[in-house]
């Protein structure tokens, strides 16, 4: 059963515009959120992260949302560039250390900028 | 500062050897991590470890095995390989086990 999921595999926008990628989760304990970057033949790099207590989390152009009724979660990326072209990870854990303290990721789903 | 290394980049194994897939990292993490990366699959947790001395079972443990002697090194060893270990295996580290993670720049294994 998986905990963290990305459902769109796939995500084309216009460059320049917005990019909003989403994440739903299904374990209670989960209460910090990452969302990782990859580019091909690299590693997943961190990119932004939220906790619970929070419902939004900016950086530059990057913004995470968190509802927690919902348990679901997004990111924004405005105004959206080619080299922002990548495979997105969402990530969830628990702060509280055990069995779900270590990072749960989802499929992934790869965002293309168009010129 | 290198962060986190693996070894090899890539590799092609037979099936039925053993391998053991090299990861050190010089950031004094004290959790590290083992996934593999499938398409349509996402990064699947292997083995992990919170701290040098203790290694813990992640999503898809079997057929691998980790050891966690030091703080820097976490190796993965494929005892007898498969095709299904075919994979990209990254390694990770974070200074606590659930805080951002750091990632290697994987090693591409194909298990023929």
């Known amino acids: 059963d998986q905990q963290v999921k990305q459902n769109s595999p796939s995500l084309s926008v216009q460059e320049g515009r917005i990019s909003i990628l989403n994440c739903d989760y299904t374990n209670s304990m989960f209460d910090y959120f990452l969302w990782y970057k990859k580019y091909p033949a690299e590693g997943p790099t961190f990119l932004i992260s939220i906790s619970s207590i929070k419902d939004k989390n900016e950086d530059g152009r990057f913004t995470v949302f968190l509802n927690k009724s919902a348990k679901h979660l997004s990111l924004h990326i405005v105004p959206s560039q080619p080299g922002d072209s990548a495979v997105y990870f969402c990530?969830?854990?628990?702060?509280?250390?055990?069995?779900?303290?270590?990072?749960?990721f989802g499929k992934g789903i790869t965002l293309s900028v168009r010129p | 500062i290198a962060g986190i290394t693996q070894a090899p980049t890539s590799q092609i194994l037979a099936a039925g050897r053993r391998m053991t897939l090299r990861c050190t990292q010089d950031?004094?993490?004290?959790?590290m991590y083992w996934y593999r990366q499938d398409l349509g699959l996402g990064l699947r947790l292997i083995h992990y470890s919170n701290t040098a001395g203790t290694t813990g079972k992640g999503e898809v443990p079997d057929g691998y095995s980790v050891s966690r002697a030091n703080t820097d090194d976490f190796p993965l060893t494929l005892a007898s390989a498969v095709p299904s270990q075919t994979s990209v295996y990254f390694c990770?580290?974070?200074?606590?086990?659930?805080?951002?993670?750091?990632f290697g720049q994987g090693t591409r294994l194909t298990v023929v």
């Open positions: 990770a580290s974070s200074a606590l086990s659930y805080t951002e993670a750091f």
């Open positions: 990530a969830a854990s628990a702060l509280v250390p055990g069995a779900n303290s270590k990072l749960t």
């Open positions: 950031m004094r993490h004290n959790a």
